[in-house]
């Protein structure tokens, strides 16, 4: 059952949220019906259908939570939705994970990432630092794996960014907003008919900032800035009466620096070579629906992504001198002249390829005596990855290519067993293979044939409540160790499976003013792949301790998600969520040969949340206030540190996991009839918090002491905002 939206939501949909004017009028129109219904609608499933009657454990970002916000970037809204976390190691988030399951950052090897990510049908998963949210519609987070839509890169969920579509009547938008740390973000949108059969819609924002960083040596506070353009366009064509086309093109240049993090753990930074994490790229897709068939609708995508990368970052972080008495008189005699300097940079092309057919049943054409509708798909993708490494130590540039074609078949049964009893019976079947070869001599190939698939129960125990069971079984792809001194029986590792079984529960309450969507889930891990290690014995004798990806372990995720909304009054709305987590491992020894039996996963908090209200005295005046939380949690899955006598010893805790944080949100919004005026902070308190860090020695003023290094996620941020629609 859908929830409703009273005057107040009606209110902030239409007057601060939507781009349309022609939304915006006829919204307000209705401003006192309270009968009025929001219907929040998954767009990226096989069916279109609303979130409340969704068997599945997701959140729905909608352009509601990103303008509360004025968030420009997924990582600044992510904390939403519960059980979701996420890795810098670079100036944006590019890896996000779920339920404590996603990589963390990338360097050298190919990786096959855990958590996906699609925009407008484009596959930009493992580049997701260009996740601008401008102009976008909403954006769906599938939480556990989705191996039937998605199938491999989405072990651990998916998520799913929807822009906003072209418009029947001509409209526009124009947003302009200021904020600390000389921050700038300008950007219009412009929609409506180009013929009648064409539509069209064009969206173009530029950011830019400083960063949240001061590099005291260079006497600079650009060196972690940020300058981001994104550009969309997108057209809708009926072709006939049958077919229609939607094509849409994408060009994103993200041209920032990076200088993130201090060898005292503060934003003052000492780098004499800061670095950069810049991305360009052009995308497009299309989409073909015909539905000139009485039994189906047949769907074509084909997109295409080709992507420019470039990372690099002063590994000392420190300027040269910074242990010479003569230049840093403070330095203790005996670690004098104790430091290195060296820079590393990666400069990655990466294409990727994807096509997809699809066909759909029409209502009417069930099979089964009318009681199953039925899906039927077939997917291609190839991606490609060209990878230049130029490290100060290295004897020379390192380079290597993986070139990955997949394919898959699926197929899907959604069978209405009873009244209140329905049945969703899913099966994917793909092949992945990857070759892979570098510059010290080493190829390999993988091919790997994978199976995952889903049953899901639900049961419609009312108009306004839902319960679900379900079983869902997702896959990960194998990969390739390059270490030149491995054996070739080390040389792979498997496709990691994972079986996540799930119970939740919807329902919407008070007359629609309420819901309520709550999970829990169990994820058995298994083949899990993690570091594992090895002695390889020389023929001299001797030994050598190698570390390596493999197949050497499984785990154990299980928690519970809840989410709420509850509209009191004309006057007053509140929401909230949570998400409690619990991770181990089972049977694992790292790479060093300690056992992390039991321990925590790294990246996963053992609980998340988040709470909000919007407060509406008049017409005018809109305010809101919200807090996140959240747990800490393992920086990364290494517990212990060796030491130059090959001893190994427990890491201080304290030193390899983040501190839980809570932070205040707020915003006061102006409304007229087609323009706004906002002020809004994020994390009010100015806390400090990290969202990646590492445990090793870096400091040459210390001798080299390890110790914990962070890099902090932002602090208090303010600004003001003006919007306009036309």
Same mark, same amino acid.
């Given at each position: ?7 107040? @939501?009606?209110?902030?949909?239409? @007057? ?13 129109? =209705? ?9 929040? !609608? ?75 990510? /699609? ?42 960014? #929807? ?8 409209? %526009? ?42 590099? &005291? ?12 353009? !994104? ?65 189906? #609708?047949?769907? *074509?995508? &084909? ?49 990727? !390829? ?28 190839? =991606?490609? +990855? $060209? ?23 699926? *197929? ?24 892979? $070869? ?23 125990? #009312? ?28 040389? !792979? ?80 709305? &509140? ?17 060093? %040969? ?25 017409? +005018? ?6 807090? $996140? ?21 427990? /890491? ?61 996620? +932002? ?12």
């Amino acid at each position: 059952m859908t929830f409703s939206k009273s005057t107040i @939501c009606i209110a902030i949909t239409a @007057c601060l949220f939507n781009v349309a004017a022609s939304a915006e009028e006829q919204t307000t129109n =209705d401003t006192n019906n309270t009968d009025n219904l929001e219907t929040i !609608t998954v767009t990226s499933d096989f069916r279109q259908q609303s979130l409340q009657n969704a068997p599945t454990s997701m959140s729905v970002l909608t352009d509601i939570d990103i303008k509360q916000r004025n968030a420009k970037h997924l990582e600044e809204l992510i904390a939403v939705s519960p059980n979701v976390n996420f890795a810098s190691g670079s100036q944006r988030a590019r890896y996000y994970q779920i339920r404590g399951i996603g990589e963390r950052s990338q360097f050298q090897e190919p990786i096959n990432p855990s958590v996906g990510m /699609i925009i407008d049908d484009v596959d930009f998963t493992g580049i997701g630092s260009i996740a601008n949210l401008f102009d976008v519609k909403q954006a769906e987070v599938f939480r556990g794996p989705q191996g039937t839509r998605f199938g491999a890169n989405a072990i651990a969920g998916m998520i799913n960014i #929807t822009t906003n579509e072209p418009s029947e009547d001509f409209e %526009g938008a124009v947003h302009l907003g200021i904020g600390n740390y000389n921050a700038y973000d300008m950007g219009v949108a412009l929609s409506g008919p180009a013929t009648d059969s064409v539509k069209y819609r064009l969206a173009v924002n530029q950011s830019t900032s400083d960063g949240y960083m001061e590099n &005291v040596h260079l006497q600079r506070d650009d060196t972690n800035n940020r300058d981001e353009l !994104t550009t969309r366009g997108k057209l809708a064509i009926e072709a006939s009466n049958n077919l229609t086309i939607d094509l849409a093109g994408y060009y994103f240049d993200f041209d920032n620096g990076y200088d993130a993090y201090s060898l005292d753990n503060n934003r003052e930074t000492y780098s004499d070579e800061p670095g950069f994490d810049q991305q360009e790229t052009a995308a497009f897709s299309a989409k073909f629906t015909y539905q000139g068939f009485d039994s189906a #609708t047949i769907l *074509a995508i &084909v997109s295409n992504a080709d992507s420019d990368l470039a990372y690099g970052y002063d590994e000392d972080w420190a300027y040269v001198g910074i242990s010479d008495p003569d230049v840093n008189p403070d330095i203790n005699p005996d670690f004098a002249y104790w430091e290195f300097s060296s820079t590393d940079h990666y400069f990655r092309e990466k294409a990727v !390829t994807t096509a997809e057919f699809r066909a759909i049943s029409n209502q009417g054409e069930e099979i089964f005596n009318g009681s199953t509708a039925w899906i039927a798909g077939i997917f291609y993708k190839q =991606d490609d +990855e $060209d990878l230049l490494r130029q490290y100060t130590y290295a004897d020379g540039d390192f380079t290597s290519t993986n070139k990955s074609k997949s394919m898959a078949m699926y *197929a899907q049964l959604d069978t209405q067993l009873a009244e209140q009893w329905s049945l969703i019976s899913g099966l994917r079947i793909e092949n992945r293979s990857a070759d892979y $070869d570098n510059s010290d001599l080493y190829k390999d190939s993988i091919d790997d044939t994978m199976l995952g698939g889903k049953l899901v129960l639900s049961y419609q125990q #009312t108009q306004d409540s839902l319960w679900y069971a379900s079983i869902n079984r997702g896959y990960k792809a194998g990969g390739n160790n390059t270490d030149g001194t491995l054996p070739d029986d080390l040389r !792979t590792f498997e496709p990691e499976y994972l079986m996540n079984y799930e119970l939740g529960y919807k329902v919407s309450l008070l007359d629609n003013s309420a819901y309520i969507r709550s999970s829990v889930f169990y994820m058995d891990r298994s083949d899990m792949q993690v570091k594992s290690s090895r002695n390889i014995l020389r023929e001299d004798g001797s030994s050598e301790f190698i570390s390596y990806l493999g197949n050497a372990t499984s785990g154990s995720n299980y928690g519970a998600e809840i989410e709420s909304a509850w509209t009191i009054n004309d006057y007053v709305n &509140v929401y909230g969520s949570i998400g409690l987590l619990n991770t181990e491992f089972d049977e694992f020894i790292d790479k060093d %040969g300690n056992s992390l039996t039991g321990e925590e996963q790294a990246h996963a908090p053992n609980y998340q949340f988040n709470v909000g209200i919007n407060y509406q005295p008049t017409e +005018e005046w809109l305010f809101n206030i919200s807090v $996140d939380g959240k747990d800490e949690f393992y920086f990364s899955d290494t517990r212990y540190y060796e030491y130059a006598d090959d001893t190994y010893s427990p /890491i201080p805790e304290n030193d390899i996991q983040s501190e839980a944080v809570v932070l205040l949100n707020a915003s006061i919004s102006y409304l007229q009839d087609n323009w706004q005026i906002k002020i809004w902070g994020r994390n009010l308190a100015d806390e400090d918090y990290a969202n990646r860090g590492f445990y090793f020695p870096n400091d040459p003023r210390d001798g080299y002491t390890p110790k914990q290094y962070t890099q902090l996620s +932002e602090p208090l941020v303010f600004g003001a905002s003006l919007d306009y629609q036309f």
